[in-house]
Protein backbone atom coordinates (compact mmCIF):
# COMPACT_ATOMS: atom_id res chain seq x y z
CA UNK A 1 0.00 0.00 0.00
CA UNK A 2 3.14 2.43 1.01
CA UNK A 3 4.40 1.60 -2.67
CA UNK A 4 1.68 2.32 -4.63
CA UNK A 5 0.99 5.62 -2.66
CA UNK A 6 4.64 6.69 -3.63
CA UNK A 7 3.80 5.36 -7.25
CA UNK A 8 0.73 7.33 -7.28
CA UNK A 9 2.59 10.10 -5.77
CA UNK A 10 5.28 9.83 -8.57
CA UNK A 11 3.21 9.70 -11.67
CA UNK A 12 0.40 11.65 -10.72
CA UNK A 13 0.95 13.55 -13.27
CA UNK A 14 0.63 11.74 -15.98
CA UNK A 15 -1.57 9.75 -14.56
CA UNK A 16 -3.94 13.08 -14.69
CA UNK A 17 -2.74 13.60 -17.83
CA UNK A 18 -3.98 9.89 -19.22
CA UNK A 19 -7.53 10.53 -17.36
CA UNK A 20 -9.57 11.97 -20.30
CA UNK A 21 -8.35 9.36 -22.55
CA UNK A 22 -8.99 6.66 -20.65
CA UNK A 23 -12.60 8.15 -19.66
CA UNK A 24 -12.97 8.16 -23.34
CA UNK A 25 -12.13 4.72 -24.15
CA UNK A 26 -13.92 3.50 -21.22
CA UNK A 27 -17.73 5.69 -22.57
CA UNK A 28 -17.23 5.03 -26.40
CA UNK A 29 -15.04 1.71 -26.23
CA UNK A 30 -15.65 -0.34 -23.67
CA UNK A 31 -19.70 0.63 -22.28
CA UNK A 32 -21.28 0.39 -25.94
CA UNK A 33 -19.92 -3.61 -25.72
CA UNK A 34 -23.06 -4.21 -23.44
CA UNK A 35 -25.61 -3.19 -26.65
CA UNK A 36 -24.46 -6.39 -28.22
CA UNK A 37 -27.11 -7.83 -25.81
CA UNK A 38 -29.60 -6.66 -28.68
CA UNK A 39 -27.78 -9.74 -30.83
CA UNK A 40 -30.10 -11.79 -28.97
CA UNK A 41 -33.23 -9.73 -28.66
CA UNK A 42 -36.08 -8.81 -31.20
CA UNK A 43 -34.98 -4.96 -30.74
CA UNK A 44 -37.01 -2.71 -30.71
CA UNK A 45 -36.14 0.94 -30.43
CA UNK A 46 -39.20 2.62 -29.08
CA UNK A 47 -39.26 -0.78 -26.28
CA UNK A 48 -35.31 -0.38 -25.33
CA UNK A 49 -32.93 -2.95 -24.61
CA UNK A 50 -34.37 -3.88 -21.26
CA UNK A 51 -38.14 -4.57 -22.60
CA UNK A 52 -37.20 -6.36 -26.16
CA UNK A 53 -37.87 -10.08 -25.92
CA UNK A 54 -35.37 -12.11 -25.90
CA UNK A 55 -35.45 -14.54 -29.46
CA UNK A 56 -32.12 -16.25 -28.54
CA UNK A 57 -30.17 -17.40 -31.39
CA UNK A 58 -33.00 -16.50 -34.25
CA UNK A 59 -30.83 -13.13 -35.15
CA UNK A 60 -28.04 -15.84 -36.56
CA UNK A 61 -29.93 -17.61 -38.79
CA UNK A 62 -28.38 -15.42 -41.88
CA UNK A 63 -24.77 -16.61 -40.38
CA UNK A 64 -26.00 -20.37 -39.75
CA UNK A 65 -28.05 -20.98 -42.99
CA UNK A 66 -26.05 -19.05 -45.17
CA UNK A 67 -27.98 -16.65 -46.47
CA UNK A 68 -26.89 -15.37 -50.15
CA UNK A 69 -27.05 -11.90 -49.41
CA UNK A 70 -24.84 -12.40 -46.07
CA UNK A 71 -22.45 -14.73 -48.15
CA UNK A 72 -22.33 -11.99 -50.73
CA UNK A 73 -21.07 -9.88 -48.43
CA UNK A 74 -18.64 -12.54 -46.78
CA UNK A 75 -16.86 -13.27 -49.79
CA UNK A 76 -16.70 -9.37 -50.99
CA UNK A 77 -15.09 -8.85 -47.78
CA UNK A 78 -12.69 -11.83 -47.96
CA UNK A 79 -11.75 -10.35 -51.28
CA UNK A 80 -11.09 -7.13 -50.35
CA UNK A 81 -9.16 -7.65 -47.20
CA UNK A 82 -7.19 -10.16 -49.25
CA UNK A 83 -6.12 -7.59 -51.79
CA UNK A 84 -5.04 -5.21 -49.30
CA UNK A 85 -3.20 -7.10 -47.34
CA UNK A 86 -0.79 -8.72 -50.13
CA UNK A 87 -0.83 -5.80 -51.93
CA UNK A 88 -1.84 -2.53 -49.81
CA UNK A 89 -0.25 -3.45 -46.66
CA UNK A 90 3.85 -3.74 -48.40
CA UNK A 91 3.32 -0.53 -50.04
CA UNK A 92 4.11 1.42 -47.29
CA UNK A 93 7.87 -0.74 -46.25
CA UNK A 94 8.56 -0.05 -49.85
CA UNK A 95 8.19 3.43 -50.13
CA UNK A 96 9.70 3.90 -46.14
CA UNK A 97 13.25 2.09 -47.56
CA UNK A 98 12.76 4.34 -50.82
CA UNK A 99 12.76 7.45 -48.70
CA UNK A 100 15.05 6.45 -46.06
CA UNK A 101 17.58 5.89 -48.89
CA UNK A 102 17.07 9.43 -49.93
CA UNK A 103 20.64 11.26 -49.79
CA UNK A 104 19.29 14.51 -49.54
CA UNK A 105 17.40 15.44 -46.47
CA UNK A 106 15.38 18.69 -48.38
CA UNK A 107 14.34 16.26 -50.48
CA UNK A 108 13.07 13.52 -48.79
CA UNK A 109 10.83 16.18 -46.33
CA UNK A 110 9.92 17.32 -49.86
CA UNK A 111 8.61 13.92 -50.70
CA UNK A 112 6.97 12.97 -47.49
CA UNK A 113 4.64 16.40 -46.94
CA UNK A 114 3.15 15.58 -50.46
CA UNK A 115 2.82 12.08 -49.53
CA UNK A 116 1.22 13.10 -46.47
CA UNK A 117 -1.22 15.52 -47.63
CA UNK A 118 -3.84 12.62 -49.41
CA UNK A 119 -4.22 11.40 -45.82
CA UNK A 120 -6.08 14.26 -44.34
CA UNK A 121 -8.52 14.44 -47.40
CA UNK A 122 -11.80 12.99 -46.53
CA UNK A 123 -13.54 10.03 -48.39
CA UNK A 124 -15.93 12.12 -49.66
CA UNK A 125 -13.31 14.20 -51.54
CA UNK A 126 -11.16 11.49 -52.62
CA UNK A 127 -13.99 9.47 -54.20
CA UNK A 128 -15.17 12.64 -55.46
CA UNK A 129 -11.57 13.30 -57.20
CA UNK A 130 -11.29 9.95 -58.82
CA UNK A 131 -14.76 10.09 -60.13
CA UNK A 132 -13.76 13.47 -61.85
CA UNK A 133 -10.41 12.13 -63.07
CA UNK A 134 -12.01 8.65 -64.18
CA UNK A 135 -15.66 8.81 -64.26
CA UNK A 136 -17.69 8.74 -67.57
CA UNK A 137 -17.02 12.56 -67.76
CA UNK A 138 -13.93 12.88 -66.63
CA UNK A 139 -10.77 14.26 -67.39
CA UNK A 140 -9.28 11.54 -68.73
CA UNK A 141 -12.21 10.15 -71.35
CA UNK A 142 -12.04 14.20 -72.08
CA UNK A 143 -8.83 14.38 -73.16
CA UNK A 144 -8.89 10.82 -74.73
CA UNK A 145 -12.25 12.41 -77.00
CA UNK A 146 -10.48 15.29 -77.50
CA UNK A 147 -7.25 13.01 -79.03
CA UNK A 148 -9.68 10.99 -81.13
CA UNK A 149 -9.10 8.15 -79.07
CA UNK A 150 -11.23 5.22 -77.60
CA UNK A 151 -12.41 6.07 -73.63
CA UNK A 152 -12.23 3.91 -70.89
CA UNK A 153 -15.10 3.04 -68.68
CA UNK A 154 -13.82 2.55 -65.13
CA UNK A 155 -16.00 4.25 -62.61
CA UNK A 156 -18.74 2.31 -61.85
CA UNK A 157 -18.26 -0.69 -63.18
CA UNK A 158 -18.92 -3.81 -60.95
CA UNK A 159 -15.76 -5.38 -61.93
CA UNK A 160 -13.78 -2.88 -61.44
CA UNK A 161 -14.72 -1.86 -58.47
CA UNK A 162 -12.33 -3.79 -56.13
CA UNK A 163 -9.36 -2.70 -58.05
CA UNK A 164 -11.06 0.96 -57.95
CA UNK A 165 -11.41 1.02 -53.86
CA UNK A 166 -8.03 -0.73 -53.59
CA UNK A 167 -6.58 2.15 -55.76
CA UNK A 168 -8.36 4.68 -53.59
CA UNK A 169 -7.11 3.30 -50.38
CA UNK A 170 -3.24 3.29 -52.13
CA UNK A 171 -3.32 7.34 -52.86
CA UNK A 172 -4.65 8.38 -50.10
CA UNK A 173 -2.65 6.09 -46.66
CA UNK A 174 0.36 4.83 -48.30
CA UNK A 175 2.02 7.68 -47.39
CA UNK A 176 0.97 8.16 -44.07
CA UNK A 177 1.45 4.83 -43.05
CA UNK A 178 5.00 5.44 -43.60
CA UNK A 179 5.69 7.04 -41.01
CA UNK A 180 5.84 3.93 -38.47
CA UNK A 181 8.30 2.54 -40.92
CA UNK A 182 11.00 5.93 -41.09
CA UNK A 183 10.22 5.59 -37.38
CA UNK A 184 11.53 2.41 -37.54
CA UNK A 185 14.18 2.79 -40.14
CA UNK A 186 15.81 5.69 -37.77
CA UNK A 187 16.80 2.86 -35.22
CA UNK A 188 18.49 0.31 -37.63
CA UNK A 189 22.41 0.04 -35.61
CA UNK A 190 24.44 2.05 -37.89
CA UNK A 191 27.44 0.12 -36.32
CA UNK A 192 25.97 -3.25 -38.20
CA UNK A 193 25.44 -1.03 -41.42
CA UNK A 194 28.92 -0.14 -41.33
CA UNK A 195 30.05 -4.13 -40.70
CA UNK A 196 28.40 -5.00 -43.82
CA UNK A 197 29.66 -2.37 -46.07
CA UNK A 198 33.15 -3.42 -44.82
CA UNK A 199 32.65 -7.01 -45.38
CA UNK A 200 31.79 -5.72 -48.81
CA UNK A 201 27.73 -6.47 -48.52
CA UNK A 202 25.37 -4.99 -51.44
CA UNK A 203 23.04 -2.62 -51.11
CA UNK A 204 20.18 -5.75 -51.43
CA UNK A 205 22.49 -7.38 -49.05
CA UNK A 206 22.31 -4.65 -46.46
CA UNK A 207 18.75 -4.65 -47.02
CA UNK A 208 18.04 -8.23 -46.51
CA UNK A 209 20.37 -8.89 -43.61
CA UNK A 210 20.85 -5.58 -41.82
CA UNK A 211 17.35 -3.27 -42.61
CA UNK A 212 14.62 -5.50 -42.98
CA UNK A 213 15.25 -7.91 -39.75
CA UNK A 214 15.74 -4.62 -37.88
CA UNK A 215 12.51 -3.48 -38.66
CA UNK A 216 10.80 -7.08 -39.13
CA UNK A 217 9.41 -6.52 -34.89
CA UNK A 218 7.20 -3.60 -36.20
CA UNK A 219 6.32 -4.89 -39.49
CA UNK A 220 4.66 -7.97 -37.77
CA UNK A 221 3.29 -6.02 -34.69
CA UNK A 222 1.41 -4.18 -37.87
CA UNK A 223 0.42 -7.38 -39.77
CA UNK A 224 -0.89 -8.75 -36.46
CA UNK A 225 -2.91 -5.47 -35.87
CA UNK A 226 -3.82 -5.44 -39.74
CA UNK A 227 -5.51 -8.96 -39.50
CA UNK A 228 -7.45 -7.87 -36.20
CA UNK A 229 -9.28 -5.37 -38.16
CA UNK A 230 -9.28 -7.28 -41.74
CA UNK A 231 -13.09 -7.71 -41.98
CA UNK A 232 -13.58 -3.66 -41.66
CA UNK A 233 -12.53 -2.73 -45.65
CA UNK A 234 -13.95 0.78 -45.18
CA UNK A 235 -17.37 1.35 -44.74
CA UNK A 236 -17.58 5.19 -45.81
CA UNK A 237 -15.35 4.58 -48.91
CA UNK A 238 -17.59 2.06 -50.10
CA UNK A 239 -21.05 3.02 -49.19
CA UNK A 240 -20.52 6.27 -51.30
CA UNK A 241 -19.75 4.58 -54.52
CA UNK A 242 -22.17 1.19 -53.49
CA UNK A 243 -25.15 3.12 -55.63
CA UNK A 244 -23.02 3.26 -59.04
CA UNK A 245 -21.86 -0.45 -58.77
CA UNK A 246 -24.79 -2.22 -56.96
CA UNK A 247 -24.83 -4.21 -54.02
CA UNK A 248 -23.65 -7.67 -55.75
CA UNK A 249 -20.32 -5.79 -55.96
CA UNK A 250 -19.43 -3.47 -53.10
CA UNK A 251 -21.79 -4.87 -50.36
CA UNK A 252 -19.26 -5.83 -47.47
CA UNK A 253 -19.80 -7.13 -44.11
CA UNK A 254 -20.00 -3.41 -43.12
CA UNK A 255 -22.51 -1.73 -45.20
CA UNK A 256 -25.03 -5.07 -44.27
CA UNK A 257 -25.02 -4.16 -40.88
CA UNK A 258 -25.79 -0.55 -42.35
CA UNK A 259 -28.34 -1.83 -44.84
CA UNK A 260 -30.12 -4.15 -42.25
CA UNK A 261 -29.57 -2.54 -39.29
CA UNK A 262 -30.12 1.60 -40.09
CA UNK A 263 -32.04 1.44 -43.08
CA UNK A 264 -33.75 -1.98 -43.01
CA UNK A 265 -34.53 -1.81 -39.52
CA UNK A 266 -33.09 -5.17 -38.57
CA UNK A 267 -31.30 -4.43 -35.36
CA UNK A 268 -30.99 -7.45 -34.00
CA UNK A 269 -29.39 -9.13 -37.41
CA UNK A 270 -27.19 -6.67 -37.73
CA UNK A 271 -25.84 -6.67 -34.39
CA UNK A 272 -25.40 -10.32 -34.30
CA UNK A 273 -23.45 -10.29 -37.86
CA UNK A 274 -21.44 -7.01 -36.28
CA UNK A 275 -20.74 -9.45 -33.07
CA UNK A 276 -19.30 -12.17 -35.42
CA UNK A 277 -17.00 -9.92 -36.73
CA UNK A 278 -15.52 -8.48 -34.05
CA UNK A 279 -15.08 -12.13 -32.21
CA UNK A 280 -13.74 -13.19 -35.53
CA UNK A 281 -11.34 -10.34 -35.31
CA UNK A 282 -10.04 -11.00 -31.51
CA UNK A 283 -9.85 -14.83 -32.74
CA UNK A 284 -6.95 -13.19 -35.83
CA UNK A 285 -5.32 -11.43 -33.55
CA UNK A 286 -4.84 -13.71 -30.98
CA UNK A 287 -4.04 -16.44 -33.40
CA UNK A 288 -1.78 -14.14 -35.56
CA UNK A 289 -0.09 -12.86 -32.19
CA UNK A 290 0.72 -17.07 -31.38
CA UNK A 291 2.06 -17.57 -34.61
CA UNK A 292 4.37 -14.67 -34.01
CA UNK A 293 5.49 -16.40 -31.07
CA UNK A 294 6.21 -19.72 -32.30
CA UNK A 295 8.23 -17.64 -35.04
CA UNK A 296 10.39 -16.05 -32.59
CA UNK A 297 8.73 -12.79 -32.53
CA UNK A 298 6.83 -10.76 -29.44
CA UNK A 299 4.27 -10.01 -31.67
CA UNK A 300 1.58 -7.39 -29.98
CA UNK A 301 2.30 -8.48 -26.15
CA UNK A 302 4.89 -10.89 -24.98
CA UNK A 303 4.57 -14.05 -23.50
Not at 4 to 31: E, I, K, M, Q, S
Not at 129 to 150: E, H, K
Not at 187 to 211: F, I, N, Y
Request: charged residues 10%.
Amino acid sequence: MHSLRNRWRRDRVLLLLALPGVTALLLFHYLPLGGNIIAFQDFQPFLGIWHSPYVGLDNFEPVLTGDPVFLNALVNTLIITLIQVVFVFPLPICLALVLNATISERLKRLTQSILYMPHFLSWVIVVALFQQMFGNGGMLNGWLRSADLSTFHIVGVPELFKLMITSQVIWKDTGWSTIIFLAALSRVDPAQMEAAVVDGASAVRRLWHVTLPSIRPVIVLLLILRLGDSLSVGFEQIILQQAQVGAGASEVLDTYVYNHGIVGGDWGTAAAVGLIKGIVGVALVLGANRAAHALGEQGVYAK
